[in-house]
């Protein structure tokens, strides 16, 4: 007798099937978040590919660093399909190396201050990610 070579997912997947009546799919996590920005709490997010793929044509985010021989900056900036737009500037290497980790398809979540400065910046690049479509 020939052994069926499954992997866990799929094991999982047959025994939740046997037991209920749902079936399963072997596809991954995808997840859509679009721009949001949070006034109270200082904050925007969203990801590349879900901004791009959106119904409006209005919501962008995004970080760009600039740097010449003596010093280096970066900004981020974020637009909400409401047109409500904010943005933050550092200095900071910290922030700025997180900004240079952008790629295209990143969820990006940055925080401001009162004067505009960045006080925290964070690049997530997984597998759940809307991809942009090209």
């Not at 069926?4 to 099937?17: E, K």
């Not at 995808?30 to 990801?47: E, K, Q, Y």
């Not at 006080?119 to 090209?134: F, G, H, Y």
């Amino acid at each position: 007798m020939k052994r069926l070579n499954l992997g866990r997912p799929a094991i999982a997947c047959v025994l939740v099937g046997a037991l209920s009546v749902s079936t399963c799919a072997l596809a991954g996590l995808r997840t859509f978040l679009p721009v949001t920005i949070d006034d109270s709490a200082m904050v925007a997010s969203g990801m590349l590919g879900a901004a791009r793929n959106s119904s409006d044509t209005t919501q962008f985010i995004g970080c760009k660093t600039v740097s010449d021989a003596s010093s280096s900056f970066g900004t981020c900036t974020a637009l909400d399909s409401t047109r409500l737009f904010r943005s933050c500037t550092t200095s900071n290497a910290n922030m700025i190396a997180a900004m240079r980790a952008i790629v295209g398809d990143s969820y990006i979540i940055f925080n401001w201050n009162s004067s505009g400065a960045c006080t925290a910046v964070s690049v997530l690049n997984e597998s759940d990610v809307d991809p942009k479509v090209r």
